[in-house]
């Protein structure tokens, strides 16, 4: 008597293959909505926790934003030496190595006995160096939340997760061994002779008194550009966090680079060394924002670039001409036909045609002016 053997056959595993392969399908872009939604949520809960710091550090400091610039800077032109010559201003200090020594950006000469000098470190004590020519425009303390002035009203540690979006894996990497590191800085020569600057980044314009940004100001060809802050006697004077006419249209902190909506490539090919693209490189970048009224919301370009239309549009209907939201030169050279040259913020390494927008970091009026007129 012959038995009979129980078992699948090939069309039926084939089928079964199949409906696993079709629900892999189904739920791999739902997974991957659900992680990328996490992330988000995670340096959303960061801008909060900056957010949270900013509030505090107003209130030690009579509602005054963070800076490194002393008040009667633009007496003397900015000018390093003459600064120096009558007072030593604080230097940017980033921490204690676990080693006992004291790390930072320091000023040496005149009055100030630091290591360091005006040529190498001056660029730091403005919000943005590009202002006085020759530091870039991407550079100065705006880049750096995590100077011991500021983290100390995190948790005194120069490098932490807090400043480090989970999506910018760039930066994270870099830091990976400084996280775990026992004291408040962990030394360049442990980290391959680099500074790791954190995620988020002030807005340099708010940060400067409104006159520098003010939307009177052009040079001589008629294009619009801030008034230069030596010119002013309070250019260097930060303004109060109560001095913000439209605390829910102007961003604070921003994440720097391009990590919401991404699209392509991490890293942008104008650069060299590679850098990745930066928030304003893409029209459906969204960055996670932080806003004067301490609300947090994704941002996006294409909402930025449709607010600048609309307050152009309307101004040129019923009153003078307005430049619209931020500074920006006309580019015709720039790769992507970007709008802003390298000077503005890198808007020629731009990853697409569409983008246009020099928000945050170039607001007219500064912490007076809008990234937006509507509302995240």
């Known amino acids: 008597m012959r038995t009979k053997r ?76 003459a600064i120096l ?23 040496g000469g005149g009055t100030c006995t630091g290591p360091g000098t005006c040529a190498s470190n001056w660029c730091v004590s403005w919000p943005n160096g590009g202002m006085m020519g020759g530091c870039g425009w991407g550079f100065g303390s705006f880049r750096m939340p995590n100077l011991k002035a500021f983290n100390d009203y995190i948790n005194g540690r120069f490098y932490d997760k807090v400043y480090y979006a989970p999506k910018d894996v760039y930066s994270l990497e870099k830091v990976s061994y400084a996280l775990q590191y026992p004291g408040e800085f962990c030394p360049p020569s442990l980290m391959n002779n680099e500074v790791v600057f954190s995620t988020y980044v002030w807005s340099p314009a708010a940060m400067w008194n409104p006159e520098v940004f003010s939307s009177d100001s052009t040079d001589a060809s008629g294009a619009s550009i801030p008034h230069n802050p030596a010119m002013l006697a309070a250019g260097f004077k930060s303004p109060g966090v109560s001095q913000c006419r439209f605390p829910d249209q102007k961003t604070w902190m921003i994440e720097w680079y391009w990590l919401q909506n991404r699209e392509g490539g991490e890293f942008a090919p104008c650069y060299t060394p590679a850098q990745p693209y930066l928030y304003k490189h893409g029209y459906n970048s ?79 009026d500064g912490i007076q002016g809008r990234d937006t007129v509507i509302t995240q």
Request: proline content about 4%; aromatic content about 10%.
């Open 6 to 81: 129980s078992g699948f056959t090939i069309v039926e595993l084939l089928v079964v293959v199949a409906i696993i392969a079709l629900l892999i399908a189904i739920l791999l872009p739902a997974i991957q909505k659900a992680r990328e939604t996490a992330l988000l949520t995670q340096s959303i809960a960061n801008l909060k926790n900056l957010g949270t710091a900013n509030a505090s550090y107003a209130a030690d400091y009579n509602d005054r934003q963070y800076t490194m610039c002393g008040d009667e800077w633009g007496l003397y032109g900015g000018n390093c030496q």
């Open 85 to 107: 010559a009558i007072s030593c201003p604080p230097n940017a200090i980033v921490g204690w190595d676990a080693g006992g020594g004291l790390w930072g950006y320091w000023l």
């Open 286 to 364: 969204a960055p996670g924002t932080l806003w004067f009224d301490n609300h947090v919301a994704t941002f996006g370009m294409g909402t930025a670039m449709e607010s600048n239309q609309r307050v152009k549009a309307q101004q040129a209907s019923g009153g003078p001409a307005y430049k619209g939201l931020w500074f920006g030169v006309p580019n015709t050279s720039a790769p992507t036909g970007g709008f802003i040259t390298a000077a503005w913020g890198d808007n020629d390494c731009g990853y697409d045609m569409l983008i246009d927008t020099n928000c945050h970091v170039a607001t007219i």
